[in-house]
């Protein structure tokens, strides 16, 4: 599982980093601006329409591709991939032409304080970008199948492709019409569907056939078993609302602050978070499956340990240097002192509830591989109540970064909720191996965040470039961070030492 996951958060690390690059580009050309925006709105709706199918269909589409394949063979699971991906690619047909006819009406119900120009943009954008879902919906299918089949560098590369494309559109839109930013997220949309399914084509010898089978005797266990989980994330996608909703209102550039923040702290999410979990899943799934409850819980406390390692000094480090980070990424072009300023202050309150995101999703997967789905609709709804509570409290007062910190305070209750729910359910999970952990990496992390503050304030005023002073503060705190846990002997960190020496003493061999 390590080997894997090291290798995914490689290309991870490419992926993600053209991400933000993405975003820099964005940033650049247009600022926070009305067009960015629209833009940003009529990117996410579709998502709102369809994600939440997706991840239902993702999640349960792997369990039940790999009991056809136990029973029946790889033939008969073949044909329920059809089936799935023709139902698939019908059902965003039908929801396209709902949205295409129904597009100023969504983006009032889903942007209600756009007006004048930008509510004319966003919804210009929207009737281009709502083509992207017949392609989105194909790509998240075929995600849970080269999941199975152990292909998990399939994700990144499409991410690699999908940013490629995206920046290009973004540049080009620049020099000729903003419309071409909508037309960039179809095209990319329709060139990651291609790559995966040339994968399968090549790796696994699949032809799709298409063809729609409403009697496949598998196909009611996935829909009974999705429906929740469908719930599940669609509550995930009501406070995507939620705060679109308040953003529109907070003025032009609100929703765009919030993007450019929550990307820079979603990127750290995605990199380390996606690909750990992506590669714990299977392992979980068989674990529940063949009733080894001992052993999901020492995967589970692996996983929660081995993530908090990672983001609990990414979540110290973005709050400390936010500043310089944000200026690294977006100080430049349309974007002025009070914007980036405006950008590191939210940041700062993404960043609080990132610990808890992280460790939500270990639960959430543990959920599934147990078959409960509605203890995680469950927590879903006390965070979308959570964040709706908090965001009438102190958006009046903070405005934009109001948004971002309900939705932190959102993640950490909806987090412990799913703990308390699930060390229940499995008649306990190891508490005390996970608290001294725990605090063990804070302590690191805070010694780390001393370094970094003082450190990077120190040659700052030696009047050092501001790039030079934040990569040389972050690799001596980097270094003293590593020394304290390595000192404090953290299995699972002594681990990931010796997994990342042992691939460059490979590398070397091969050289």
Request: hydrophobic content about 50%; overall charge positive.
């Amino acid at each position: 599982m390590k080997k894997n996951a090291f290798l995914l958060l490689i290309f991870l690390i490419i992926s993600k980093f053209l991400g933000i690059i993405r975003e820099s580009f964005l940033s650049f050309y247009y600022g926070s601006s009305y067009i960015t925006d629209a833009y940003l709105a009529s990117s996410s709706i579709p998502n709102v329409i369809f994600a939440f199918i997706a991840a239902g269909l993702v999640s349960t589409f792997i369990p039940i591709y790999s009991q056809i394949i136990n029973r029946e063979g790889q033939d008969r699971a073949d044909k329920y991939l059809d089936n799935i991906l023709s139902i698939v690619f019908v059902s965003t047909i039908i929801l396209t032409s709902l949205g295409l006819i129904f597009t100023e009406e969504l983006v009032r119900i889903l942007r209600p304080g756009y007006i004048d120009e930008t509510f004319a943009l966003t919804v210009d954008f929207l009737r281009v970008s709502l083509f992207a879902m017949l392609s989105n919906g194909l790509f998240s299918i075929f995600s849970g199948y080269q999941q199975y089949h152990d292909r998990f560098l399939v994700g990144p590369v499409g991410g690699f492709i999908m940013n490629f494309v995206v920046i290009t559109s973004i540049i080009v839109s620049a020099q000729t019409n903003p419309i071409v930013l909508a037309y960039g997220l179809v095209i990319a949309s329709i060139a990651q569907v291609l790559m995966t399914y040339f994968v399968a084509r090549s790796k696994s010898g699949y032809r799709f056939k298409p063809g729609i089978n409403l009697k496949d005797r598998y196909l009611k266990p996935m829909v009974i078993m999705a429906l929740p989980i469908i719930f599940g994330s669609s509550i995930g996608q009501i406070n995507a609302v939620i705060d679109g909703s308040f953003a529109s209102s907070l003025g032009e550039g609100a929703e765009s602050t919030l993007n450019y923040a929550s990307k820079i702290s979603g990127a750290v999410y995605g990199l380390f978070v996606s690909s750990i979990t992506t590669v714990m899943y299977p392992t979980i799934i068989r674990q529940a499956a063949s009733g080894k409850i001992e052993d999901l819980k020492t995967t589970i406390v692996k996983t929660l340990n081995t993530i908090s390692i990672i983001m609990v000094p990414a979540t110290v480090g973005l709050m400390v240097l936010a500043i310089p980070i944000v200026t690294f990424f977006h100080g430049r072009g349309k974007m002025n002192d009070t914007a980036i300023a405006l950008v590191a202050y939210v940041l700062i309150f993404t960043s609080v509830g990132l610990i808890a995101m992280s460790l939500k999703d270990v639960m959430v997967r543990a959920f599934y591989s147990l078959h409960d789905s509605m203890t995680p609709v469950l927590s879903g709804i006390v965070a979308v109540v959570v964040n709706v509570f908090f965001n009438f409290v102190l958006t009046p007062s903070m405005g934009v970064a109001g948004l971002a910190l309900a939705s932190s305070i959102s993640a950490i209750i909806s987090f412990f909720v799913l703990y308390f729910s699930l060390n229940r359910k499995l008649d306990g999970i190891p508490l005390g191996n996970l608290v001294s952990t725990f605090l063990k990496i804070t302590f690191a992390s805070l010694v780390m965040g001393l370094v970094a503050y003082f450190g990077y304030k120190i040659l700052d005023g030696l009047n050092i470039d501001y790039k030079i002073s934040m990569f040389i503060t972050v690799g001596i705190a980097g270094l003293v961070y590593a020394a304290i846990l390595y000192s404090l002997k953290i299995q699972e960190f002594e681990e990931l030492w010796d997994m990342a020496f042992s691939k460059i003493k490979n590398i070397r061999k091969r050289k």
